[in-house]
């Protein structure tokens, strides 16, 4: 069962601060089942406890351009990596209250990020300058976040994050997926969330 007492000033997305909110729909609390999920990246530790994804995706500048092109991509869930890398099936953002994923967009030649705030009761979205380093497999939302992609296809995208700190400090991991939108999807979601975009150009 995942620790509750989460050191909160921790909560690194590699590097990622996550958006302080609540989630737009009321989550069931509910005990966390900690069987393994087989993903398509098998993970491990080194002497630092620093996790890493042992196969880990080649991906080039032109395979990210393309794959981000006319694309978002919409949180689906952040399940956590246990002491032995396997990764749970015990979601992160089910035992958090007051936080929700974010999810991203790219359009204009920039990184757009949305999620719902508590503090405004609705949907935002900020927009960050960006670049991806081939060679790391990092993407650098400049000001936002760093995210470890191990994992890139036409449907998916999977993120090795560094997401919280238990109770002893000590570092927890998580394998983000988020499900890679098309253009049409994406216009959906964003209307959806009654964000309106004055011309949606996407790369």
Same mark, same amino acid.
């Given at each position: /069962?995942?620790?509750?007492?989460?050191? /909160?000033?921790?909560?690194?997305?590699? #590097?990622?601060?996550?958006?302080?909110?609540?989630?737009?729909?009321?989550?069931? *609390?509910?005990? *966390?089942?900690?069987?393994?999920?087989? $993903?398509?990246?098998?993970? &491990? !530790?080194?002497?630092? #406890?620093?996790?890493?994804?042992?196969?880990?995706?080649?991906?080039?500048?032109? =395979?990210?351009?393309?794959?981000?092109?006319? &694309?978002? @991509?919409? @949180?689906?869930?952040?399940?956590?990596?246990?002491?032995?890398?396997?990764?749970?099936?015990?979601?992160?953002?089910?035992?958090?209250? #007051?936080?929700?994923?974010?999810?991203?967009?790219?359009?204009?030649?920039?990184?757009?990020? !949305?999620?719902?705030?508590?503090? +405004?009761? *609705?949907?935002?979205?900020?927009? %960050?300058? %960006?670049? !991806?380093? $081939?060679?790391?497999?990092?993407?650098?939302?400049?000001?936002?976040?760093?995210?470890?992609?191990?994992?890139?296809? =036409?449907?998916?995208?999977?993120?090795?994050?560094?997401?919280?700190?238990? &109770?002893?400090?000590?570092?927890?991991?998580? %394998?983000?997926?988020?499900?890679?939108?098309?253009? *049409?999807?994406?216009?959906?979601?964003?209307?959806?969330?009654?964000? +309106?975009?004055?011309?949606?150009?996407?790369?």
């Amino acid at each position: /069962m995942m620790k509750r007492n989460k050191v /909160m000033a921790s909560l690194l997305v590699g #590097g990622t601060l996550m958006g302080v909110s609540a989630c737009n729909t009321t989550k069931e *609390q509910t005990k *966390q089942n900690t069987s393994k999920v087989v $993903p398509p990246v098998t993970f &491990a !530790f080194n002497k630092k #406890g620093e996790c890493y994804a042992k196969n880990k995706q080649n991906i080039s500048a032109e =395979e990210f351009e393309r794959l981000t092109k006319s &694309a978002g @991509w919409e @949180w689906q869930s952040s399940c956590m990596i246990d002491k032995n890398g396997n990764v749970t099936t015990a979601d992160f953002y089910q035992s958090i209250v #007051g936080m929700s994923p974010i999810n991203y967009y790219f359009s204009d030649g920039q990184c757009h990020s !949305f999620f719902f705030s508590n503090a +405004t009761g *609705q949907n935002v979205k900020y927009d %960050y300058d %960006y670049r !991806f380093d $081939p060679k790391t497999g990092i993407l650098d939302i400049k000001g936002h976040a760093r995210l470890n992609i191990v994992r890139m296809t =036409e449907d998916e995208v999977g993120i090795l994050e560094r997401i919280s700190c238990d &109770a002893d400090g000590k570092p927890e991991y998580a %394998y983000t997926v988020y499900n890679r939108l098309d253009e *049409q999807t994406l216009m959906g979601v964003l209307m959806q969330r009654r964000l +309106t975009v004055k011309k949606l150009i996407l790369k």
